[in-house]
């Protein structure tokens, strides 16, 4: 099995069908290491364990932002730790600001909602 497609995904996302859809896409390109939640503490204690190789990151959350988990998640995410985990962007939000904010606190990739499958799928397999 390819590393790519044995890389271990989080997908963190407040709505549901969101996860669903993210999760099916996903498992139809051959990953199977993928975990969602909508829990950030969940998404912390992965990481601080390392369990991820990639982050599939919602910026519009109720209880912590997208933004907010970018920079409580910076000593794993910037290319300065020896081994950052990759975070891609996926939101509703296409707002300029939204993109530069996440990318500026270490996101490495940005997709706005909806968006194309194929897309997504190359930009995960170019992060990983």
Do not use: W
Not at 21 to 34: N, V, Y
Not at 36 to 46: A, D
């Amino acid at each position: 099995m390819s590393v790519v497609f044995s890389s271990r995904i989080c997908i963190i996302d407040d709505e549901p069908h969101n996860l669903l859809l993210l999760s099916k896409l996903l498992s139809r390109h051959g990953f199977r290491q993928i975990k969602t939640t909508g829990n950030p503490q969940e998404v912390y204690s992965m990481i601080q364990r390392g369990e991820v190789d990639l982050l599939l990151l919602d910026l519009h959350m109720p209880e912590v932002s997208g933004l907010q988990m970018l920079e409580q998640l910076q000593p794993y995410i910037s290319p300065k730790t020896q081994t950052p985990v990759p975070v891609l962007v996926l939101t509703g939000d296409n707002s300029t600001d939204s993109r530069r904010a996440a990318l500026t606190l270490g996101a490495r990739d940005f997709v706005s909602k909806p968006f194309d499958p194929p897309e997504v799928i190359c930009r995960i397999q170019n992060l990983l």
